[in-house]
């Protein structure tokens, strides 16, 4: 079974976006491509016909497993989550005790992070370090490059 998870309004809304192209515009490529590959003659020997067989194979195992995601994500209503501590979709600002960096991430799923935009996965190290955290509260997260003891300095929605 699918491990749920929990997504933003735009996140989710970026899935169903994905999920209905690869079945319209996706799946009309590939048609094409077959269709293209079967009319250059015998099929036993034709590598092109092959290859979008292939790649039709791949494309709708993508299509199945975008859906598999879409059937177990979860929308997060924000407005009733408790801003008092980390949780996903917390918007937490942090200060890096050793260098004084200071830092702001928001926790977001796997698929929507995007660490140019500030968004982290929750599965993330320092995202594991700071879920349940309140601001004030300090931490010790092992990041591949070492220890780093970091102070939650906000947390907002």
Known sequence: ?????YYTKEGLEKLKEELQFLKTEGRASIA???AEA??????????EYDAAK????????KIAKLGEVLANARLLDESKMDITKVLALSK??????KNGAVM????VSETEADFK???I?????????LLGKKVGDKTEITVPAGKIEFEIMEISR
Do not use: T
Not at 38 to 47: H, I, M, T, V
Not at 92 to 97: E, G
Not at 104 to 107: A, I, K, M, S, V
């Open 54 to 61: 292939e790649a039709q194979g791949l494309h709708e195992a």
């Open 92 to 97: 937490v600002k942090i200060k890096n005790l």
């Open 1 to 5: 079974m699918a491990e749920v998870a």
């Open 104 to 107: 702001q991430y928001q926790l």
């Open 32 to 34: 094409k491509q077959i």
């Open 117 to 119: 935009a500030g968004k």
């Open 121 to 129: 996965s929750v599965s993330s190290p320092i995202a594991k370090g």
């Open 38 to 47: 079967r009319d250059k003659g015998d099929l036993s020997e034709n590598a």
